[in-house]
């Protein structure tokens, strides 16, 4: 961490003697990411995806207590193979839980595959584009939840509006495939 943070100084202060031919621009990454409509379907189904996998991991959950407790309470009274049954029982459930949470990383990883590669692309495009165009050398993001690097927004060159734009043209020239389509 010391290395990369010395780097940066490094960096800074030599390009110091040469700032005044460097420009540099910022962009809202949430401002641009809000207004692509793959973007959004990509969240509202890891949000959907999110939502189905901890329901049923809830109710899984409750069933496999419940089993256990029955297990628990008929070691005594319970014959051998009620046991072995019950027992069997409380392993599907198990398995039906393992099931769910491999089901939920399949989707998150065909959401990764098909969306955000996809975005994230684009987004490198758009930002190569707009910033050859406007003559910038360094573009940094900002975004609310921060990052490596700040950006006042008040300040510099704002090419948010300049990167939406060509994200949503990029967005409509080479659209995320739905399959079966």
């Given amino acids: 961490m010391k290395k990369i943070v010395l780097i940066v100084v490094a960096m800074f202060s030599i390009g110091m003697y040469s700032a005044s031919a460097q420009k540099f621009a910022h962009i809202s990454y949430e401002s641009v990411m809000d207004t ?20 049923t ?10 089993k256990y407790m029955e297990l628990e309470n008929g ?27 491999q089901e939920y990383q399949k989707n998150m990883q065909i959401i ?3 969306y955000v590669v996809k975005i994230d692309k684009w987004l490198k495009e758009a930002v190569d584009a707009v910033g050859k165009e ?13 990052g490596f690097f700040w950006v006042n927004p008040n300040k510099g060159v704002d090419l948010t509006n300049a990167v939406i734009t060509k994200m949503l043209e990029l ?5 995320v495939k739905e399959p079966g389509k």
Avoid: C, W
């Fill in 134 to 146: 406007k003559g910038v050398d360094y573009i940094l993001y900002h975004s609310a939840e921060g």
């Fill in 75 to 101: 070691r005594n009274t319970l014959s051998s193979i009620e046991l072995d049954i019950l027992q069997n029982e409380f392993e599907d459930l198990q398995m039906r839980l393992q099931g769910v949470e």
């Fill in 36 to 55: 692509l409509a793959t973007y959004k379907k990509a969240m509202k189904m890891q949000e959907e995806f999110e939502g189905n996998a901890q329901t």
């Fill in 112 to 114: 990764q595959e098909r």
């Fill in 57 to 66: 991991a809830q109710i899984l959950q409750k069933k496999m207590q419940e």
């Fill in 171 to 175: 967005e409509k020239i080479d659209p």
